[in-house]
Nanobody, 115 residues
Framework: QVQLVESGGGLVQPGGSLRLSCAASGSIFRINIMGWYRQAPGKQRELVAAVTSAGFTNYADSVKGRFTITRDNGKNTVYLQMNSLKPEDTAVYYC?????????WGQGTQVTVSS
């Protein structure tokens, strides 16, 4: 079992930046992939970015060049640096960790991009 706690969401103006953090605890030695998903009202949850334990990354096309995912294995934490934010980035952002094929989820953090 893995517990995930997100932080860093909030309200930001278009063009601004935010950094999300997700701290993992529990059976962390079993984590291979960590990532961020988001869900906007009325839409399905979608992958934003993911990183493997070896540091390989994957991004949604809509965030490439604007968002950066990093992982600190020593702190069992994954970060999502979000720059040049747009109103369409508004959503609840969820941290995700895959352990033995099982998906673990955080409680979510709201990101609102609005002037």
């Amino acid at each position: 079992q893995v517990q995930l706690v997100e932080s860093g969401g909030g309200l930001v103006q278009p063009g601004g930046s935010l950094r999300l953090s997700c701290a993992a605890s529990g059976s962390i030695f079993r984590i291979n992939i960590m990532g961020w998903y988001r869900q906007a009202p009325g839409k399905q949850r979608e992958l934003v970015a993911a990183v493997t334990s070896a540091g390989f990354t994957n991004y949604a096309d809509s965030v490439k060049g604007r968002f950066t995912i990093t992982r600190d294995n020593g702190k069992n934490t994954v970060y999502l640096q979000m720059n040049s934010l747009k109103p369409e980035d508004t959503a609840v952002y969820y941290c995700n960790a895959i352990t033995g094929g099982v998906a673990n989820w955080g409680q979510g953090t709201q990101v609102t991009v609005s002037s």
